[in-house]
């Protein structure tokens, strides 16, 4: 039986200082091409169909233009994606976050996103994030109530990152210093912008747009086990 993947796209399209926001292009795109030819891939957000692109990544990256928002198949996905609270962690053997900015502004604090992760992580099944999408399981935590994060390496977007594309004062909290207040142990590439992926267990993280293909590639890894 072919596995399944949900990816979580944010619902969010506006910074804290009212700049355009949304789930980021590449880092939806690239793991898809990596995962759709193994899996079933069914998209979902916190407020259904049509959740908000990153109107910068849109420009950023043309070429995923084409191939993913142009997609027949894709813009049916998006068309029809799921509200967060109508999905059964059952019909799924992993769930992974898109990342963008949004998710720090809507998935992080998001009662019912923060009740479905856990229950993907608690039992034992695949939990990935990109970038700004692990801000998406800073409340999520293990059958003992410790964040997931505790004791264990993981990446996303790095504070010199953030500082560079001039977006603090965008999102309520710098995922570098959040994750580690909750006890993670943070990684990242030699230079900024580079790919870099962590994998721990059943939670695998991407640092980057560079690091969504081979974060796709680390979670088709993982599923064929």
Not at 102 to 125: E, H, T, W
Not at 138 to 147: A, F, H, L, Q, W
Request: contains cysteine; hydrophobic residues 40%; proline residues 8%.
């Amino acid at each position: 039986m072919t596995k399944r993947i949900l990816f979580v796209f944010t619902s969010a399209n506006q910074t804290l200082t009212g700049a355009n926001t949304g789930w980021y292009l590449p880092e939806a795109a690239h793991p898809y091409y990596v995962l759709a030819p193994h899996f079933t891939i069914d998209f979902a957000s916190p407020a259904g169909p049509n959740p908000p692109v990153d109107e910068y990544s849109v420009q950023m990256f043309p070429d995923d233009v084409g191939k993913f928002l142009e997609n027949p198949e894709v813009q049916k996905k998006l068309l029809t994606v799921k509200k967060l609270s109508e999905v059964n962690p059952d019909d799924y053997d992993g769930i992974f976050y898109v990342g963008g900015h949004g998710p720090v502004l809507d998935l992080a604090a998001d009662p019912v996103n923060i009740q479905l992760a856990s229950k993907f992580y608690r039992a034992g099944k695949l939990v990935a994030a990109v970038c700004h999408g692990p801000a998406a399981l800073v409340g999520v935590t293990d059958e003992s109530g410790k964040s997931i994060f505790a004791d264990k390496p993981f990446t996303g977007f790095s504070n010199v990152e953030e500082e560079q594309i001039e977006k603090v004062k965008d999102i309520p909290f710098l995922l570098e210093d959040k994750i580690s207040s909750l006890g993670g142990k943070y990684e990242k590439a030699a230079e900024p912008w580079g790919p870099k992926v962590v994998v721990t267990g059943n939670l695998i993280t991407g640092q980057n747009p560079a690091s969504a293909h081979p974060i796709g590639e680390a979670i088709l890894q993982a599923l064929e086990k």
